[in-house]
C-alpha cells in the first residue's frame, strides 16, 4: 500500500519527529508499558500490556490509520539521540473530542519536551491539514497534561467522566479553535 499518506518529519528546537513507523515497535514495546505512562490513558490500551502490543497497535491501528488519513503520529526523539525514541504525540480526527494524545518517557519528563512536541503537532493540525478546532480529553488528576493545555492556550469546555488504564475518572475537555491558534501564532505576511 502506497505511503502516500504519511505525514512527514517534523522538527522544534530540541526535538525530531518522525513518522511513526513498524521499526519503532521494539522501542515503543521497552518504554510504553509503564505505569507512570498508562494510567491515564484511554482505556483501550490493554492492561497487562501484551508482548507483542506495540507491533499489533502499529500494524492495527496507527500504521492503518495514516494511510487513511484519519490519525498522524510521530515519534519523538531529541535531536542529542536521534536513534532513541522517547515518545509519540499523535492527531486523531475519528475520535470526537479527542483530537490529540501524548506520552514521553518518565526519564525525559519536566523538562518541556511534551510542550514542544504537542506545539508542533497542534501546528500541524491547523496549518497543514486546516481542522477548525482541537479538543482533548484530561484526566483531572492528569496535572502535567492539564498544564500542557493551559500553556498551550487551550480552554476548559465541559467535564464528563471517561475510562482510563486507571479506572473511570473525572476529566476536564479542554479546546482550542484555528482562530484562537492562529491568533496566538502569527505568521509574517509572504514576502511579494
Ligand atoms: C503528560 C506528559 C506527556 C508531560 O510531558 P512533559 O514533557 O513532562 O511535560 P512538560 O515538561 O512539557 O511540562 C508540562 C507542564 O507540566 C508540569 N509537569 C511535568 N511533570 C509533572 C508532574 N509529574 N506533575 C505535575 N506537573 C508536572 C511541568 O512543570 C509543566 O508545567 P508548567 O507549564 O507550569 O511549567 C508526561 O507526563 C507523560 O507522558 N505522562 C504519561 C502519559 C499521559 O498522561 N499522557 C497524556 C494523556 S492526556
Not at 473530542?97 to 497542534?122: C, I, Q, V
Amino acid at each position: 500500500m502506497s505511503d502516500g499518506h504519511l505525514p512527514p518529519a517534523l522538527a522544534t528546537g530540541r526535538l525530531l519527529l518522525p513518522p511513526l513507523a513498524i521499526q519503532d515497535a521494539d522501542a515503543i514495546q521497552r518504554v510504553f508499558p509503564q505505569w507512570e505512562v498508562v494510567r491515564f490513558l484511554a482505556d483501550q490500551v490493554p492492561w497487562p500490556y501484551p508482548p507483542d502490543g506495540a507491533r499489533v497497535y502499529l500494524e492495527q491501528v496507527a500504521i492503518p490509520a495514516m494511510r487513511q488519513g484519519t490519525q498522524w503520529h510521530w515519534s519523538i526523539r531529541t535531536r542529542a539521540e536521534p536513534d532513541v525514541l522517547i515518545g509519540i504525540v499523535s492527531l486523531m480526527d475519528d475520535d470526537t473530542g479527542n483530537n490529540r494524545g501524548f506520552w514521553l518517557d518518565p526519564a525525559h519528563h519536566g523538562k518541556g519536551y511534551m510542550t514542544e512536541a504537542s506545539e508542533a503537532a497542534t501546528a500541524y493540525w491547523f496549518e497543514v491539514l486546516g481542522k477548525p478546532v482541537l479538543r482533548a480529553p484530561k484526566a483531572v488528576a492528569n496535572t502535567a497534561s492539564r498544564n500542557i493545555s493551559r500553556r498551550g492556550g487551550m480552554r476548559l469546555v465541559g467535564t464528563e467522566e471517561r475510562g482510563y488504564v486507571s479506572g473511570r475518572l473525572p476529566t476536564e475537555i479542554w479546546e482550542i479553535t484555528r482562530e484562537e491558534w492562529i491568533a496566538r501564532h502569527p505568521r509574517p505576511p509572504a514576502s511579494a
